[in-house]
T-cell receptor
């Protein structure tokens, strides 16, 4: 069964450093999402792509976060510089349409 | 801005018992989805119920939807230790694109 791949699974960094997360969606899924999940909360959307285009990045802190999906397949989410409050689980999901989303295992970020 | 709110926040039961979780939401929906998240892992889609459906079953899962009360419930029958996880309800945002999740119900099933 196809799965969404994410790497790294865990990342520890110091504040003010740059970090990057990678996501490879299920083949054929045109829509890709990045969510951030703070401990004890539900995931919250950061950015949504349809193919290589950004559909919604209204909740992305653009002063420090950037996301790209250059060829409409895999995607990278970057944080520069990282802050203590960025410690969270970063989840990538993909879907064919707007119904069922399939999630990757996530990247647990700890900022020291 | 969270659309759904699950209740209770935490639930502890014994194996074999049934677990019921509730979700309330604020705006009109096309569908409502339930996801499960094991500790420190990604989310797994459990079931989707459309706004014109009142009840749906999948294995040991039963979901109901009451659009007049803007609420849904997830029933897990004959629970197992492996059902220990957090359960989230989710609805689409106003643009109909991305999901908005509640804070989740943490279910603990002890053997």
């Amino acid at each position: 069964e196809a799965e969404v791949a994410q790497s790294p699974r865990y990342k520890i960094t110091e504040k003010s450093q740059a970090v990057a997360f990678w996501c490879d969606p299920i083949s054929g899924h045109a829509t890709l999402y990045w969510y951030r999940q703070i401990l004890g909360q539900g995931p919250e959307l950061l950015v949504q792509f349809q193919d290589e285009s950004v559909v919604d990045d209204s909740q992305l802190p653009k002063d420090r976060f950037s996301a790209e999906r250059l060829k409409g397949v895999d995607s990278t989410l970057k944080i520069q510089p990282a802050e203590l409050g960025d410690s969270a689980m970063y989840l990538c999901a993909s879907s064919r349409g707007s119904d069922t989303q399939y999630f990757g295992p996530g990247t647990r970020l700890t900022v020291l | 801005s969270q659309q759904g709110e699950e209740d209770p926040q935490a639930l502890s039961i014994q194996e074999g018992e049934n677990a019921t979780m509730n979700c309330s939401y604020k705006t009109s929906i096309n569908n409502l989805q339930w996801y499960r998240q094991n500790s420190g892992r990604g989310l797994v889609h459990l079931i989707l119920i459309r706004s014109n459906e009142r009840e749906k079953h999948s294995g040991r899962l039963r979901v109901t939807l009451d659009t007049s009360k803007k609420s849904s419930s997830l029933l897990i029958t004959a629970s197992r230790a492996a059902d220990t996880a957090s359960y989230f309800c989710a609805t689409l945002n106003q643009a109909g694109t991305a999901l908005i999740f509640g804070k989740g119900t943490t279910l603990s099933v002890s053997s």
